[in-house]
């Protein structure tokens, strides 16, 4: 049995999530070049990401719609160019800055508080202890244990929490998406309302399932996802994708009668002062004009993607 595990990165990190489980892999690369809700990258970042991350623009790809569809570009480019990973038996898909507590082993380190879905770092926690948590991680979690994790549980998710007023609104706003899920998917379509009921859901379009349920997944998804062509808001897909995907793995976990809900563990550098000098780039490119004006707002882009 082999499982790989895909790790979404959209710019550099000072958390490199990488070993013969995880997988790194560049989301958008297509259209590196083209700014981000973080910024643009520059040249340092652009290779740091070639150097360190596969991407999602090989092969059959739908990398230039990242501003849309978010981490589904690289879901999508795992499910088109599976036979190119090493065709896996089970396929799992992680944030770089929100990693799957698999076993609740980070849960037991007094550092770190546990909060609804996430294992959560004090703020001032620094760079070095965070990469030596990451370490830690690496050494833990490796293809054996997760192997014998997910033979017993078949699905893992993340930890249910109760909806948002913002993903509901985001529900509200797709009926016709969710009308043809009814019409189309009716036991999927049974879940979501179960969800409803609830009021809860699994976040981050995050999971490992086995090979055959992520293909049947992914059909589903790209297939509801694709309804709507006229739909360009930015990061819209992305959102309608946290919906389905967790009326998804709740389907799913039926199916198989078990799943595991993990909390992640959340990564996170704060550059000293950003906070301040991204304010004093704000007043400059407020206060300026020409090419001092200019040199403000490419040094903001630059501080957005730290």
């Known amino acids: 049995m082999s499982v790989k595990i895909f ?15 995880f ?11 083209q700014p981000s809700k973080d910024g643009a990258l520059n040249k340092k970042d652009i290779l740091w990401m070639e150097k360190n991350t596969i991407g999602d623009d090989s092969g059959d ?5 990242n501003r849309f569809y978010c981490e589904l570009t690289g879901i999508y480019w795992i499910y088109k160019n599976y036979e190119h990973i090493g ?9 770089y800055r929100r990693l799957f507590d698999f076993d609740g082993t980070l849960e ?6 546990p909060m ?10 620094s760079l070095k202890t965070q990469i030596s948590l990451l370490d830690l991680y690496l050494k833990h979690y490796t293809p054996e244990l997760i192997e014998a994790i997910i033979k017993k549980y078949k699905v893992i998710r993340t930890y249910p929490i109760e909806e948002t007023t913002f993903l509901r609104s985001k529900r509200e706003k797709h009926k016709f998406e969710f009308d043809y899920v009814k019409k189309h998917y009716p036991d999927i379509f049974d879940n979501l309302q179960k969800q409803i009921k609830n009021g809860t859901v699994s976040y981050k379009n995050m999971f490992v399932m086995q090979r055959d349920d992520f293909f049947a997944y992914a059909k589903f998804m790209f297939e509801i996802l694709q309804l709507n062509k006229d739909d360009i808001e930015p990061r819209e897909k992305g959102y309608l994708a946290e919906i389905l995907t967790s009326a998804y793995l709740e389907y799913l976990s039926n199916l198989h009668n078990s799943y595991l809900g993990c909390r992640f563990f959340s990564l996170y550098y704060k550059v000293p002062f950003l906070k301040l000098k991204l304010l004093v780039c704000q007043l400059g490119i407020a206060l ?4 001092t004006k200019q040199r403000f707002k490419k040094k903001k882009g630059i501080l957005k993607t730290k």
Do not use: C, T, W
């Open 7 to 21: 790790v979404g990165y959209h710019k550099p990190s000072k958390f490199l999530v990488k070993s013969d489980l």
């Open 23 to 33: 997988v790194p892999l560049q989301l958008g690369r297509k259209i590196v070049n």
């Open 61 to 65: 790809n739908i990398s230039e719609l």
């Open 87 to 95: 065709n896996p038996d089970y396929i799992g898909f992680m944030h």
């Open 108 to 113: 037991k380190i007094p550092l770190l508080k």
């Open 116 to 125: 609804q879905e996430e294992l959560l770092a004090p703020e001032n926690i």
């Open 288 to 291: 300026s004009f020409g090419e």
